[in-house]
T-cell receptor
Framework: SQKIEQNSEALNIQEGKTATLTCNYT??????LQWYRQDPGRGPVFLLL?????KEKRKERLKVTFDTTLKQSLFHITASQPADSATYLC???????????FGSGTQLTVLP | NAGVTQTPKFQVLKTGQSMTLQCAQD?????MYWYRQDPGMGLRLIYY???????DKGEVPNGYNVSRLNKREFSLRLESAAPSQTSVYFC?????????????FGPGTRLTVL
């Protein structure tokens, strides 16, 4: 069955450092992968999308990579700030369906 | 432009009671979705509607029914609530652009079934 695994533990980093979050998937051939941010008590908010033919995508301090051989996406936040503290969800999307399947998320805390 | 709105924000039910969760979007999106989110489980799709007049089951449809009332509104009904349905429910909408569906989520409904 399809499986999505994100960093199982919460991630704490110091302000100014780069945070790296991992999304691994099995039994999938996603056409693209989306990343969302979720703050406590709120719905997820879309951040970035990367397609299978793209190795890397950037948006301001965010960078996403997509390795279809390793079946992995990495999500980087450079120069992290306490305001970046949230749960980050990945969602690979197969070419055969527009439905999103979400990972359970990684809770990131940026310490001042 | 309110985006996706959900009512109620909180609800407590007793086992066996019924209720309907309401969702509306003002972005003229064709697709709408209902998810539930449980600790450690991530978001799981209950039902979705690709367009007005159509609905399809997602990963966890048992115990739920949906109605796509019109293009704006998509409701989720629990006919006989069970404690296992205690969860946070999110509605979302999307419109496919260049082969991509970015989903917009509502604020959620926190449901407790006693």
């Amino acid at each position: 069955s399809q499986k999505i695994e994100q960093n199982s533990e919460a991630l704490n980093i110091q302000e100014g450092k780069t945070a790296t979050l991992t999304c691994n998937y099995t039994n999938y051939s996603p056409a693209y992968l989306q990343w969302y941010r979720q703050d406590p008590g709120r719905g997820p908010v879309f951040l970035l999308l990367i397609r299978e033919n793209e190795k890397e995508k950037r948006k301001e301090r965010l960078k996403v990579t997509f390795d279809t051989t390793l079946k992995q996406s990495l999500f980087h936040i450079t120069a992290s700030q306490p305001a970046d503290s949230a749960t980050y969800l990945c969602a690979p999307v197969s070419g055969s369906a527009r439905q999103l399947t979400f990972g359970s998320g990684t809770q990131l805390t940026v310490l001042p | 432009n309110a985006g996706v709105t959900q009512t109620p924000k909180f609800q407590v039910l007793k086992t066996g009671q019924s209720m309907t969760l309401q969702c509306a979007q003002d972005m003229n999106h064709n697709s709408m979705y209902w998810y539930r989110q449980d600790p450690g489980m991530g978001l799981r799709l209950i039902y979705y509607s690709a367009s007005e007049g159509t609905t399809d089951k997602g990963e966890v449809p048992n115990g739920y029914n949906v109605s796509r009332l019109n293009k704006r509104e998509f409701s989720l009904r629990l006919e006989s609530a069970a404690p296992s349905q205690t969860s946070v429910y999110f509605c979302a909408s999307s419109e496919e652009v260049a082969g991509v569906d970015e989903q917009f989520f509502g604020p959620g409904t926190r449901l407790t079934v006693l």
